[in-house]
């Protein structure tokens, strides 16, 4: 018996296929668009990129050729307004992801130290701004509307937003791919950019609000305005997010210590979270902006959770997101509505814009220290403004500020700003590049206010603790410090199924059970000195490739990040038993390669982590003095946790390493105690410092040194500026013949956790005569530093040798 099956009804096929305000045939072509503005902006980068050109200028590019091959015409047929729409969401999306990545990738300490100087160059350009675009609003009535505003005043306003406002998020992008950030003066435009942004986020805001404020207060004399209400709800919400932000990252971080990368779902609640508050600010009519980079600068740097957070953002963002972003303002023009009416005012706002940036960066020039040409250069890049939807366009439009044409003049003066941006990044990176290359990178030419950054290399997480704790001592304030990177060089794990096994004194405990690899080693320890001593130490994990190639990444790394001083592990390594030998030949190359092509001061670590009596240098500070290991310092009755000394023979490096010791001696858990090797023969006729301090000490201003000698006026400065204030302790130590050297270098044995020592190589001959032995033996660090580093004595402390940076006269070929 057959049966009868129920009849189906109808489905409508279209309807499951139409999306609320999106069509399938809208998002295909959208995507059409990224595609091709995508592969287009690759192949214009292979030739703007020689030019030192951005990568935005090329997506811009991109998206002004896309835009008029019609594809824009097929996706709406009606006016801005749509197409404002189409867009509008996708922008505000990726202004969010993007201004979190930054605010996660500042360098906190650099702006703190900085912050004065920042605000200064923003207020500025900001103060200059606002009073042009006043000048000027009323005189661009007539041309920038079609029928009255409401309020001239109205105008006015919207016009000086219009005109102050900076593309935060196109200004850091520029800076970044140019690696501009790496020096001050780039910190400081990026910083300035954004602080110019916020403002204008914040004066949109309130002019939005208290305008809709009047209206509805017209109509209801008690009763306050819905957007207030909803702008102190979006104020109370961003507050509460940047508040607990750290705490919660900081028990995903204890969740999963110890690891590269956190848990799946631990990732997902955090960048759900991060997305949601976000939202939340745009569903109330505010921009997420400002939230997103809070909660970015707030996110806690150490730890798995940042690296995951990153790792799962940056590729994506900076190959998808970007390009299109910066594309679509290009692709935002209507090529058919395009006329001189629209192209003239367009130009117009930007030459605006550009005498009041300029205007403003030449006034504070004076303040910030820097040419009036190099203020000029930075203001065209805070001219940049990228898109319209930095303000609330659609809010002007709706009050009679804006007409159609004048929004299209709008896009077309923030397209010029934008691609005017490339040519000034590229000149403010050529000055950058000259400036570093010719300046004399030495610690003796710093102040002791002045900032000393520093680049840390490492091998393995067995020797990155003494150099990391040297990083610690030499940073006065840690949340002042810029961020310190550090080299990680790593090799990669061979294949097991070669057969090839790890000998087993190089073996870990985990090898055997795929356990955590050199850069998850390397995170643990990195991660431990981050929280302990607050210094933002920034992991560059770097593939070893051998000697030549290792130097030449480790230079290309030291430029990038304007090191004034590059610390690394000498080739010289301490066995168990005390002993110093040379492990691996490569070390000892890359070395001499270092040596011979650093482009700053460099400094050769010989830790010995099993020395018996003092304390090495293997835990933070903050965690050392539970040990209840205490010293008491050389020139008063205070203790300490470090004894160092300094030997000084004579010749740039020896003051280097006195200049590299004074500024240990500034920590306070420092004493310093410095050696000074003075020839019997001579001791009568040179002239000491520590003499001339004695028998001048009531009338110093009859010192007159001879011309010429800079080591007798480096050591007065030092005895003026340390010894006589009883921060350092100051020793001459008179010998005769090498046999006196050595004896006195060897006593230091026991007495002191770390010894300063120059290369050599420019010291005095009749001092250094008869430790030829010494110096064949320790060509790569010299015979003072050699003797100390290959004693085997168990109380030997660490050594640093020092060579000081010396500026080529001739352009070298690379």
């Known amino acids: 018996m057959a049966r009868s099956l129920p009849i189906c009804p109808q489905i409508d096929t279209a309807a499951l296929t139409r999306i609320p305000g999106v069509s399938l045939d809208m998002l295909f072509l959208v995507v059409l668009q990224a595609l091709a503005v995508i592969f287009l902006a690759k192949f214009l980068h292979l030739f703007l990129r020689r030019y030192n050109q951005p990568s935005a200028v090329s997506q811009i590019l991109a998206g002004?050729?896309?835009g008029g091959m019609g594809l824009r015409n097929a996706i709406v047929h009606v006016d801005v307004d749509d197409v404002e729409d189409m867009y509008g969401g996708y922008i505000a999306a990726a202004r969010v992801v993007y201004m979190f990545l930054v605010g996660l990738d500042l360098d906190l300490g650099a702006l703190r130290n900085a912050t004065r100087r920042c605000a200064a160059l923003a207020y500025a350009t900001v103060a200059a701004s606002l009073l042009v675009a006043a000048v000027v609003s009323s005189g661009m009535y007539g041309s920038m509307m079609h029928s009255p505003v409401k309020t001239p005043e109205l105008l006015a306003a919207t016009l000086m937003l219009a005109l102050t406002n900076t593309s935060?998020?196109?200004?850091?992008?520029?800076?970044?791919?140019?690696?501009?950030?790496?020096?001050?003066?780039?910190?400081?435009?990026?910083?300035?950019a954004i602080i110019t942004n916020l403002i204008c986020v914040v004066g949109d805001g309130l002019l939005s609000s208290t305008t809709l404020a009047r209206e509805k207060m017209s109509q209801d004399m008690y009763r306050g305005s819905p957007q207030i209400r909803k702008g102190f709800l979006a104020?109370?919400?961003?507050?509460?997010?940047v508040w607990r932000v750290r705490p919660m990252v900081t028990r995903i971080n204890r969740r999963n210590a110890g690891q590269h990368h956190v848990r799946g779902r631990d990732l997902a609640t955090i960048l759900l979270a991060i997305w949601f508050i976000s939202s939340f600010q745009q569903l109330l009519g505010f921009d997420g902006m400002p939230t997103s980079l809070a909660l970015g600068m707030a996110f806690p740097r150490e730890g798995p959770a940042a690296r995951t957070v990153a790792d799962a953002l940056v590729a994506p963002v900076n190959g998808v997101v970007l390009p299109f972003y910066f594309a679509t303002i290009g692709m935002r023009l209507d090529y058919n509505s395009m006329s001189?009416?629209?192209?003239?005012?367009?130009?117009?706002l930007t030459l605006l814009g550009l005498v009041g940036k300029a205007v403003g960066a030449a006034a504070a020039s004076s303040y910030l220290n820097i040419p009036v040409s190099e203020a000029l250069r930075y203001s065209v890049l805070l001219n940049v403004k990228g898109h319209v939807d930095t303000m609330n366009m659609k809010f002007a439009k709706s009050e009679g500020v804006w007409a159609e044409q004048a929004l299209y003049a709008m896009i077309i003066g923030n397209l010029i700003s934008t691609i005017l941006a490339g040519p000034a990044a590229a000149a403010v990176l050529r000055r950058e590049k000259e400036e570093y290359r010719t300046r004399h990178q030495a610690v003796e030419s710093l102040g002791p206010e002045q900032e000393l950054r520093m680049l840390a290399c490492a091998h393995g997480a067995h020797a990155a603790p003494g150099i990391l704790s040297l990083v610690e001592l030499l940073v006065s304030a840690p949340h002042e410090q810029p961020a310190v990177p550090v080299l990680h060089f790593f090799e990669v794990p061979r294949d097991r199924s070669t057969g090839t096994r790890t000998p087993y004194h190089q073996r870990t405990r985990d090898d055997d059970k795929g356990g955590p690899d050199a850069v998850t080693q390397m995170n643990r320890v990195v991660d431990v000195f981050s929280r302990a001593t607050g210094v933002y130490f920034r992991q560059v994990d770097v593939v070893s490739l051998g000697a030549a190639k290792d130097a030449a990444a480790f230079c290309r790394a030291t430029e990038d990040a304007h090191a004034g001083l590059v610390l690394l592990p000498c080739y010289k390594e301490q066995r168990f038993d005390g002993k110093m030998a040379c492990r691996l030949e490569e070390r000892w190359?890359?070395?001499a390669e270092v040596l011979a092509r650093a482009p700053c001061t460099v400094g050769l670590l010989v830790d010995r982590p099993y020395r018996h009596s003092g304390t090495s240098f293997q835990t933070p500070i903050g965690i050392a003095p539970e040990s209840g290991r205490t010293l008491v310092h050389p020139c008063?009755?205070?203790?300490?946790?470090?004894?160092?000394?300094?030997?000084?023979?004579?010749?740039?490096?020896?003051?280097?390493a006195v200049s590299l010791a004074c500024r240990l001696a500034e920590h306070p858990t420092i004493g310093l105690t410095v050696f000074r090797f003075v020839k019997r023969s001579t001791y009568d006729t040179v002239t000491s410092s520590a003499s001339r301090a004695y028998a001048g000490a009531g009338d110093e201003l009859d010192i007159e040194f001879q011309e010429g000698d800079v080591d007798e006026r480096f050591l007065w400065r030092f005895y003026e500026r340390y010894a006589s204030r009883e921060l350092a302790l100051y020793v001459e130590k008179v010998v005769e013949s090498p046999a006196d050297v050595v004896e006195t270098l060897e006593g230091m044995a026991g007495m002191f956790s770390l010894v300063v020592v120059g290369r050599g190589g420019?010291?005095?001959?009749?001092?250094?005569?008869?430790?030829?032995?010494?110096?064949?033996?320790?060509?790569?660090?010299?015979?003072?530093?050699?003797?100390?580093?290959?004693?085997?004595?168990?109380?030997?402390?660490?050594?640093?040798?020092?060579?000081q940076h010396t500026v080529a006269l001739t352009p070298t070929s690379s």
Do not use: C, Y
């Not at 104020?235 to 997010?241: D, E, H, K, P, T």
């Not at 008063?636 to 280097?656: K, L, W």
């Open 589 to 591: 190359k890359l070395n």
């Open 762 to 803: 420019r010291q005095p001959a009749e001092l250094m005569a008869g430790l030829e032995r010494w110096a064949e033996a320790g060509s790569e660090i010299g015979p003072v530093a050699e003797i100390l580093a290959s004693n085997e004595s168990l109380e030997m402390g660490s050594v640093l040798v020092m060579q």
């Open 64 to 66: 002004v050729a896309v």
């Open 340 to 348: 001189g009416a629209i192209i003239v005012p367009g130009m117009l």
């Open 168 to 192: 935060s998020i196109t200004v850091a992008r520029v800076a970044g791919e140019l690696n501009l950030t790496a020096s001050e003066n780039g910190r400081l435009v990026v910083a300035a």
């Open 636 to 656: 008063s009755d205070r203790t300490v946790t470090h004894v160092i000394a300094a030997v000084f023979v004579g010749g740039p490096d020896d003051r280097e």
């Open 235 to 241: 104020l109370a919400v961003a507050g509460v997010a």
